[in-house]
């Protein structure tokens, strides 16, 4: 049976910076759901696994780069609930510590250039057209399905924030949660942070998927592009996990965050605001930029 419970606790952290400006800072731990299967990716994938059982289809393929948290994902989820799995991985072949793991939960992995890796569907069909029981996952799990999961977050919410932030990459996970506001008539401002530049193309995707929901689009703190860092933000990221015990990564939450305290110095928030984070997990992002971080 395909289930995984949720342990998703709501936990506030405190800085200087927050009783200065008269604001609380809340974080969704959606990290701690699973080691491996934590976040946005039990939420995208909850439904797509369900799917595919009903189906019979017991081979789950799906798509990433060589750090992909969501490939880790889907072979701990496909070890767990008996599939197998094989993930097409984008560019030259290599190993490292995230596609390590993914062997050790038994996925296997096909890698191919960054040409062909465009097109997935062709891919799927070119590997798997004679494969009755293979199951087409995109990347990253995006997809109707995936948005259905995301938007359940709501409803585990005890209590009503004024501000609620979210990472983008596909916009998968943020459509979900505006498409849970709505459902759930709460009003809570909702925050994106695009993670790539040049992202005026998801905002309208988001929009469109959620049938005009209000939201505000913060696209400057991407730091030069999708899986791009700088300096100023490793630092923050290692003061964060410093005084919150609490992990982040370069890729994601560590965008989000970073513009979290950003916008509080800037005084974006009236006094007296309770602001939510959601923690989508994928810590393993950190180790794609071991290299960079020598303090």
């Not at 709501?10 to 731990?29: A, H, M, N, T």
């Not at 490939?71 to 560019?91: E, H, P, Q, Y």
């Not at 950003?262 to 994928?282: P, R, W």
């Amino acid at each position: 049976m395909i289930n995984l419970p949720i342990y998703s606790p709501v936990e506030e952290i405190f800085d200087p910076l927050f009783s200065s400006k008269g604001v609380q800072l809340f974080i969704k731990r959606d990290d701690m759901i699973h080691p491996y299967i934590s976040g946005n990716k039990w939420r995208k994938l909850k439904y797509i696994l369900l799917e595919a059982e009903k189906l019979s289809k017991n081979h789950l393929v799906t798509f990433g780069g060589a750090y992909s948290n969501h490939l880790l994902a889907t072979a701990c989820a496909a070890a767990k609930f008996g599939f197998r799995s094989t993930g097409i991985v984008r560019g030259e072949e290599l190993q490292n510590e995230t596609l390590l793991l993914c062997r050790l939960f038994g996925m296997q992995l096909i890698f191919v250039d960054r040409e062909s890796y465009l097109n997935k569907p062709a891919l799927f069909v070119k590997h798997f057209e004679h494969d009755p029981e293979a199951y087409f996952i995109d990347e990253g799990g995006s997809g109707s399905l995936a948005t259905i999961g995301c938007s359940e977050l709501i409803d585990e919410l005890n209590e009503v924030y004024d501000h609620l932030f979210c990472a983008a990459g596909t916009g998968t996970t943020a459509t979900g949660i505006l498409l849970g506001l709505k459902k759930n008539s709460v009003r809570t401002k909702m925050h994106i942070i695009p993670v790539l530049k040049g992202a005026d193309f998801l905002k309208q995707e988001i929009e469109n998927q959620t049938h005009g929901a209000s939201f505000e689009f913060h696209p400057d703190y991407h730091f030069g592009g999708y899986a791009k860092t700088s300096n100023e933000l490793l630092y923050f990221i290692k003061d964060f996990a410093a005084s919150s015990g609490i992990l982040i990564d370069p890729v994601y939450t560590g965008k989000m965050f970073y513009s979290i305290y950003d916008l509080i110095n800037k005084d974006h928030f009236a006094k007296g605001s309770k602001i939510l984070a959601v923690h989508t997990g994928g810590i393993t992002g950190i180790l794609g930029m071991a290299e960079r971080f020598k303090f």
